[in-house]
Structures are given as C-alpha cells and as structure tokens.
C-alpha cells in the first residue's frame, strides 16, 4: 500500500494541475475522448460534423449562384440549406443538453476524486501522526502547531502536511514557469541579435562592393 505521506502529496499535486489547466479545458478534453468512443453521443457527433460541412457547402454555392438569373438553383439550394441547417439546430440542441448534463457529472466526479478524498483522508487520519519530529528540535508552541488540530504533540498532523505539499507544490509550479519563460526570452534574444547580425553582414558586404567599384572607377580614369 502506498504511503500516507506519499497520496497526500500526489493528492495535491493533482488538484494544482488541475486549478492550473481548468476544469473547462478537462471538461472539453474529457468530452471529446467520450465522443471518440461507441457512446450514445459519438453518433450525433459525427453527424454534427456532416451536417455542418453541408450546410458551409451549401451557403457557398448559394452565395455563388445568382437568386434573379438563376432562380431555380438557387430556391433548390435554399431549401437544402434550410433543411440541413434545421437538422443541425436540433442535434447540437440535443448534443448541448447531454453535454451540460456530462461536464455536472464529470465536476462531481473530479471534486469527489480531489477535494472530497482530501477532505476524507484529513477527517480519517486526524489523529494519526504523518511522521515524528526529534525531541526538543522546534518550541512547545510550534510542535502545537504542527500537530494541529488533533495529532499527538510532537508530531506532524495530515493538515499540516497536505499544506506543506501544496505550498511546495505552488512553489515549483511558479520556479518552473519562471524558469521557462526566461528560457523563451533569451531564446528570442538570440534570434533578434542573429537577424541583426545577418543584416550588419549584408550592409558591410553592400558597402564593400560599393567601394571596389569607385576604385575600379578610378583606376579606369
């Protein structure tokens, strides 16, 4: 079995990764590999997807053809397009209603996994010490602390451990994004002074050439 030390941190970890992404985006994400499945859905998805490349095609043709010179056509492709138009409005109405009802199931079901076992596991192992600070290394007052709200004195409870993981958790988060936007940013540094260079290289050169002509002029005179 895992250690309680090590699902606690995982735990948060998840629920960072999570809040940082958004849960729209998972939603999304989460919609789009049900649909790629033999599911309820997956049908009228590809019908959607049909009838909206139908119902561009069709406005373009109808677009394309004049409604006085070419009456007939164009009433011909008015009606498919209407037609086809309608049939989408109805499945991406019902593609619509199912899909508020999967992003309520899925929040319930990520808040459950998340938040709900975090909640879970503090209220289970509230007593239960995460691991023993060595006798006399902190004050009274801080061992308190960190055995708050009610693991043995000189130990450290499941709280206060679950917000050391996430504080660290936030930390690297902020260390690595700063990192890599400082790497974009000398990235495009050096392109900017290669293009510069590229550019100095070429005037020298111009300016060169230019110079051994007016010599070449002289001498000729």
């Known amino acids: 079995m895992p250690s309680l030390l090590l699902i606690v941190f995982t735990l948060q970890l998840v629920i960072h990764l999570i809040n940082t992404i958004g849960a729209s985006v998972i939603n999304n994400l989460l919609w789009i590999i049900y649909n790629k499945l033999p599911t309820s859905t997956s049908v009228g998805v590809k019908s959607q997807t049909e009838l909206r490349r139908e119902v ?4 373009r043709e109808m677009n394309a053809t004049s409604s006085q010179d070419q009456f007939a056509k164009w009433a011909k492709l008015r009606r498919q397009h209407d037609k086809a138009l309608a049939e989408y409005d109805q499945i991406t109405q019902s593609l619509n209603t199912f899909k508020t009802s999967f992003d309520s199931a899925v929040s319930i079901g990520r808040w459950t996994a998340t938040n709900g076992l975090r909640f879970f ?5 509230a007593k239960q010490a995460m691991f023993w600070l ?8 801080v061992e308190w602390i960190l055995a708050f709200p009610r693991a043995q004195t000189g130990s450290v409870s499941i709280q206060v451990w679950g917000l050391a993981c996430g504080t660290v958790v936030r930390l690297a988060s902020a260390a690595i994004a700063a990192v890599w936007v400082l790497i974009q940013e000398n990235t495009m540094d050096l392109g900017s002074k290669e ?16 110079q051994g ?7 000729e005179l």
């Open 121 to 125: 596991l503090q209220f289970w192992y």
């Open 213 to 219: 002509d007016e010599v070449d002029g002289k001498k």
């Open 134 to 141: 060595p006798k006399g290394w902190v004050p009274g007052y």
């Open 195 to 210: 293009k510069q260079g590229m550019k100095m290289g070429g005037r020298g050169y111009g300016t060169e050439r230019v």
């Open 56 to 59: 561009v095609r069709l406005k």
